[in-house]
């Protein structure tokens, strides 16, 4: 397995965009810009073709860059959890026009639930679920790579929010002590801000794992 990562810092609100390429599948997880700028540019240096985008969670920075995705590689598939379908298209439940700027993502080409497993070539991940920062966001797991993309759940020394519509602080800390803690404590943890971690760091450190 010849997995690489590649991770952009995108969008106003600093979202990690990460690029996942293995044999001859390319994936973007959480495109958060929609402006020309590294994360595009490296596209178009290094010639990839993306094949799907995966969506931790759809609050609007993390949609932001969908749409511009699919329209530059109109084959690629969007991929959502279920329970957050619906924040694809509403700029209001996604929580964007709050901010001032509202966004629309084309919907979800496939939806996802909670134990699928997808695959980026011969490397296989499985859909976890570590909801409560929106009622529907997930975590992809690949334990041959030890890499967890936790989205907006677990940061270094932090986790998501939960004082706005659809966070649920219960939820959060039960799903990350449930399916995040259970992993090794290797295994590296790519959030969807801030620098990545480790399962065991966390374990040890985390202001609000304690």
């Not at 694809?88 to 901010?99: C, I, V």
């Amino acid at each position: 397995m010849s997995l690489t990562i590649d991770t952009f810092v995108t969008g106003p609100l600093q979202v990690n965009t990460y690029l996942l390429r293995c044999d001859d599948d390319a994936i973007v997880v959480d495109p958060g810009s929609f402006a020309k700028d590294a994360f595009w540019r490296f596209l178009q240096a290094e010639a990839v073709q993306p094949d799907a985008i995966w969506l931790t969670h759809a609050h609007g920075d993390h949609i932001a860059g969908v749409a511009a995705v699919k329209q530059q590689f109109p084959a690629v598939t969007i991929v959502c959890p279920n329970v957050d379908a619906a924040l694809m298209t509403d700029a209001d439940m996604n929580l964007s026009r709050p901010l001032g700027l509202p966004i629309a993502a084309p919907p979800a080409d496939r939806l996802i639930v909670v134990g699928d497993v997808l695959h980026i070539g011969s490397s296989e991940w499985t859909v976890l679920d570590t909801s409560g920062h929106t009622a529907g966001g997930v975590s992809y797991h690949c334990p041959d790579a030890g890499v967890v993309l936790a989205g907006d759940a677990l940061f270094a020394s932090g986790i998501g929010r939960t004082d706005i519509p659809g966070g649920d602080a219960t939820a959060l800390l039960a799903n990350i002590e449930r399916h995040l803690m259970s992993l090794p404590d290797e295994t590296r943890v790519l959030p969807g801000h801030g620098p990545a971690t480790t399962i065991g760091r966390e374990r040890q450190g985390n202001p609000f794992l304690l």
